[in-house]
């Protein structure tokens, strides 16, 4: 799925249009300014959240918010962070916070300062050194770009790694193609305009390279509760241990009946205490997006702090995995999971790149998402046979969907995400996944026949 015959561009082409709650002729208007410049998936939250001060390691959060939705932590413009790929870890760099953080199988340093970091012509440069490791690196701040890093432990020969240069969004490929995307967003923007009931975002990002692997995005840092879609994480986290050779998928692991809860899935129907094997509770987590699953997991894992450290590794600075599901005590003192669609997007374009998890483990990744059964949102909206592979996600006040649309040659990563009421919601994102698809389908409005 990686297209290594592509060449980089030096700037990205990102889209991202923030619409009013009302107003649709200004959304309009936005919109093309922006081209030239009834369970529930994780059962009973609260309500509406007051505000209250961003989640810690997350500066800021932002001035007022609307119901529903987490104000948005104040970050680097994503021109000044970025992450270096390579096999077996990552090396994320913010160059204004003058951060970096080494994590790779063979372990994981967390956010370390670097004072004398030296950022010139687009490149951020400098050594740190973390319990007797030196770690050198030049990494760009543009995505597409190659990277280095020199591991140098105090008693062994340095390691030379490279990499790819990721960036949320990656630039793309080819910013001509790019430009007959352009004409969604505006399509995208009326949309979320008329969903008066729910605030919305929604992020697409092109993998086929039709549109020069461009994305665009319409409220891309709304930043709602995630409900399940924190799933995803959890999921990849799971599998960059066993590419890492730490666990294997037929592990078992010991299951007791403390561990159910309802919502969603179908463990929950069983009987227990029983062993379970990981592959089992990873197709579950998003086959029936099985809550006792989920739980699991995340005390298998360690708990919260590995699915963040995932998160905090690949710059996603809306996302936070703060509850377990069906923790409405948490919920009520509020510990909330949240997202947003440039973060989901920035998540599944990782995946199916290649740049987060070998192939073998992204493809299990799209096929769980391809089994999935709770088909109300998406698939609904789109004429049947249409290939998807998808994860939902449902509270009382969040609806939402994202994952890829498996259509032969247009390939596309989605999140649809909406605040307020879920019935409201789940036709909205219905609304935004077929005008993706329509868009994708017909050639006009900036969609070519190939």
């Given at each position: 799925?990686?297209?290594?015959?592509?060449?980089?561009?030096?700037?990205?082409?990102?889209?991202?249009?923030?619409?009013?709650?009302?107003?649709?002729?200004?959304?309009?208007?936005?919109?093309?300014?922006?081209?030239?410049?009834?369970?529930?998936?994780?059962?009973?939250?609260?309500g509406t959240d007051p505000a209250r001060p961003a989640e810690p390691g997350y500066p800021g959060g932002g001035q007022g918010h609307e119901p529903g939705v987490e104000p948005t932590p104040e970050?680097?413009?994503?021109?000044?962070?970025?992450?270096?790929?390579?096999?077996?870890?990552v090396f994320a760099v913010d160059s204004l916070g003058h951060t970096v953080r080494y994590r790779a199988c063979d372990g994981d340093t967390g956010r370390v300062a670097d004072p004398g970091m030296l950022?010139?012509?687009?490149?951020?440069?400098?050594?740190?050194?973390?319990?007797?490791?030196?770690?050198?690196?030049?990494?760009?701040?543009?995505?597409?770009?190659?990277?280095?890093?020199?591991?140098?432990?105090q008693h062994r020969p340095p390691v030379e790694l490279t990499g790819v240069v990721v960036t949320s969004p990656q630039p793309p490929t080819d910013p001509v193609a790019g430009a007959r995307l352009f004409p969604?967003?505006?399509?995208?923007?009326?949309?979320?305009?008329?969903?008066?009931?729910?605030?919305?975002?929604?992020?697409?990002?092109?993998?086929?390279?039709?549109?020069?692997?461009?994305?665009?995005?319409?409220?891309?840092?709304?930043?709602?509760k995630a409900a399940s879609v924190i799933k995803l994480w959890i999921l990849v986290e799971l599998l960059r241990r066993v590419d890492c050779g730490q666990v294997a998928l037929d592990d078992g692991v010991l299951v007791t009946p403390q561990d159910v809860v309802g919502g969603t899935g179908q463990l929950q129907f069983e009987t227990f205490p029983q062993v379970v094997t990981l592959h089992r509770l990873a197709r579950y987590l998003i086959r029936y997006s099985d809550n006792v699953a989920a739980n699991v997991l995340i005390t298998y894992l360690g708990g919260f702090a590995p699915v963040n450290a995932l998160i905090d590794s690949m710059?996603?600075?809306?996302?936070?995995?703060?509850?377990?599901?069906?923790?409405?005590?948490?919920?009520?003192?509020?510990?909330?999971?949240?997202?947003?669609p440039d973060d989901v997007v920035s998540l599944l374009g990782a995946v199916w790149d290649g740049e987060i998890l070998t192939p073998a483990s992204r493809d299990l990744v799209v096929g769980f998402m391809r089994e999935q059964t709770l088909n109300t949102k998406i698939p609904a909206a789109l004429p049947p046979g249409v290939p998807v592979a998808h994860k939902t996600g449902d509270l009382p006040d969040a609806s939402h969907d994202v994952?890829?649309?498996?259509?032969?040659?247009?390939e596309t990563a989605v999140a649809f995400l909406t605040a307020g009421p879920m019935a409201s919601g789940d036709e909205t994102v219905r609304r935004m996944a077929r005008t993706v698809y329509d868009f994708l389908?017909?050639?006009?409005?900036?969609?070519?026949?190939?």
């Open positions: 799925m990686k297209k290594s015959d592509k060449s980089a561009s030096s700037f990205p082409l990102a889209i991202s249009v923030r619409v009013p709650r009302k107003g649709l002729a200004a959304a309009v208007a936005l919109a093309v300014l922006a081209t030239t410049g009834p369970a529930t998936a994780d059962g009973p939250g609260p970050r680097a413009p994503t021109s000044e962070v970025s992450w270096l790929s390579f096999p077996g870890g950022v010139a012509a687009g490149v951020a440069s400098g050594t740190v050194v973390v319990g007797g490791t030196a770690y050198r690196y030049r990494v760009p701040l543009t995505g597409r770009s190659e990277g280095t890093l020199e591991v140098i432990p969604l967003s505006g399509q995208l923007a009326r949309v979320v305009a008329d969903a008066s009931l729910n605030p919305a975002g929604v992020t697409v990002r092109d993998l086929s390279g039709r549109y020069g692997d461009q994305q665009i995005a319409v409220n891309g840092a709304l930043r709602p710059n996603q600075r809306s996302t936070i995995l703060a509850r377990r599901m069906l923790d409405s005590a948490a919920a009520q003192r509020g510990e909330e999971n949240y997202t947003s994952g890829y649309y498996l259509i032969p040659g247009t389908v017909t050639p006009t409005a900036g969609a070519v026949e190939e």
